[in-house]
């Protein structure tokens, strides 16, 4: 359990850098890491990506099946986010059904996709009310270095812009695919942007030592047109109204630029 | 048991399908102290929402290896009863209650002195009887006050509300049909002493002087709310004192 416990002295030297404006690691309080991005790593998924940022890495695969929609929206395509804390990223992560942590990543990333309508899901009906196209992204974090929200909303949102739609045609009653595909059709860019409350200061992408000496945590996620599609708050803390005030300003500056490096044209 | 869907869900005199302004919350009963067997409880109906919190505890940890050595930890179980909604739910715990439980536990962490009670457990029980939206907001208000009324000591008490975006409005207090039909959802847990945001989420969409503004409307119900706590609180022991009177 090494890397999980921070020594108090260490603990208090991040504080108290935080207080004086800096960081451990030398970035500035609302800095990011530097992200690197790769798609198409995995030729078996139909969209795919891997995500480094700093030392946090994370995969997406998306996965594009046929199935049912649901009842209340019979013609369109259905989303399902699921993620894995993989047991070799870190030693607190355990094989085993998810648990909160992963359920509630998974969440935040899918609340992102789905509130920001990032996918054209109307154009994934095959035939209305019985099928239509399930997309399914699976978060996979490979290595645990902190800010796994944004990690893995990133890395998510890069896999479906890789995502091909195969061409198909329906014979009786199924599906029977053709060559040649299509993009996913996609309309918004959402971006998580997460804050870490330390010494009563709000720091940008936390990395694994600042996410333990933390009193809370604030994500906030911004689509293409500068609103805001998803909040979540976390840890044991608490945020006070001026802190979220200037966390939601912040977030809108991270998020145009993380966007302008990720989406290019 | 069909819920008809109105065509609008908020007509020309900002009068919403229940009759309420947009600032208005729903008519809220709260009573403290309704299960024996509990070290604390409370039951609240917020609406159609009708929720019953319990607290055991603080008391010996099983497995006793998540004990922490400098403080209690609180667990905490939300969960809905498969009658509460119009299709039924599943008894076993979805994604959706596994998430809402890490929540509604972090939104009243903040709120408890867990440091007197190092090594035990405090276990919370949220029972959602009927849900009509709004359900973990009202869950928290009526946990916090299960945890006061199990004399557990604390910062403050917790109230929850939520706020939103009904056809282009913000409102506040969101029934479900407003929830499903609306554009975005706030909701939002405050303890007022320490002007302390303990719950946040967000989803749908609003500009970000929207956010804020959801955000004002949601402490200004949480306000109301807090009212109401404590005269519950106030209420079970006066009566305490009257039994003893007698």
């Known amino acids: 359990m090494s890397s999980t416990i921070v020594a108090r002295v260490k603990q208090r030297q991040i504080a108290q850098l935080i207080s004086l404006g800096k960081r451990l690691d030398g970035r500035g309080l609302t800095d990011y890491r530097e992200a690197q991005v790769e798609t198409g790593v995995i030729e078996r998924a139909e969209g795919s990506a891997r995500v480094l940022l700093g030392k946090t890495e994370v995969m997406v695969g998306v996965k594009i099946e046929a199935g049912e929609p649901f009842p209340d929206v019979p013609n369109e395509g259905v989303l399902t986010v699921n993620a894995e804390l993989v047991p070799l990223a870190s030693p607190t992560f355990e094989p085993g059904p998810p648990d909160e942590n992963s359920i509630e990543l998974a969440r935040v990333v899918d609340r992102g996709i789905r509130e920001s309508k990032a996918i054209v899901l109307e154009e994934l009906c095959v035939e209305p009310g019985k099928k239509v196209f399930v997309v399914f992204v699976d978060v996979y974090v490979l290595n645990h270095d902190g800010n796994l929200i944004d990690a893995s909303a990133i890395a998510a949102l890069a896999a479906l812009l890789n995502t091909k739609v195969y061409n198909y045609e329906v014979k009786e009653g199924e599906i029977k695919i053709k060559p040649g595909y299509s993009p996913l059709p996609m309309r918004n860019y959402p971006i998580a942007v997460t804050f870490a409350k330390i010494n009563d200061k709000l720091v940008v992408d936390p990395w694994l030592e600042e996410e333990q000496v933390m009193d809370a945590r604030l994500t906030i996620t911004m689509e293409n047109n500068g609103k805001i599609c998803a909040v979540q708050k976390g840890g044991y803390g608490y945020f006070t109204t001026q802190q979220i005030s200037e966390a939601a300003k912040i977030a809108h500056e991270k998020a145009v630029e993380l966007r302008k490096r990720l989406v290019k044209g | ?246």
């Open chain 2, 1 to 246: 048991m069909l819920q008809k869907v109105p065509e609008k869900l908020i007509d020309e005199n900002n009068v919403r399908v229940d009759g309420r302004g947009v600032n208005d919350l729903r008519p809220i009963k709260i009573e403290a102290g309704v299960l024996v067997n509990a070290d604390g409880s409370a039951y609240i109906e917020q609406g159609k929402n009708k929720i019953l919190a319990a607290v055991y505890g603080p008391k010996e940890l099983h497995p006793k290896h998540l004990a922490l050595p400098d403080r209690a930890i609180l667990r905490c179980r939300y969960h809905m009863a498969p009658f509460s909604v119009q299709e039924r739910k599943s008894p076993a715990p979805s994604r959706r209650e596994m998430e809402l439980s890490k929540v509604i536990r972090e939104s009243l962490e903040p709120s408890i002195f867990l440091e007197y009670y190092p090594r035990t457990s405090i276990d919370l029980f949220i029972e959602v009887l009927q849900a009509d939206g709004g359900t973990r907001c009202a869950g928290i208000t009526v946990a916090s006050l299960a945890l006061a009324d199990a004399g557990i000591p604390m910062r403050d008490l917790v109230a929850a509300c939520a706020a939103g975006k009904v056809e282009g409005k913000l409102v506040l207090d969101l029934t479900d049909l407003e929830d499903k039909g609306g554009e975005a959802d706030v909701p939002l847990a405050w303890m007022p002493h320490l002007n302390a945001v303990t719950l946040l989420q967000m989803d749908g969409m609003l500009t970000i002087d929207e956010f804020e503004q959801a955000v004002n409307i949601a402490i200004e119900g949480c306000k109301q709310i807090y009212k109401l706590q404590k005269e519950a609180l106030k209420a079970k022991y006066v009566t305490v004192k009257e039994e003893a009177e007698e």
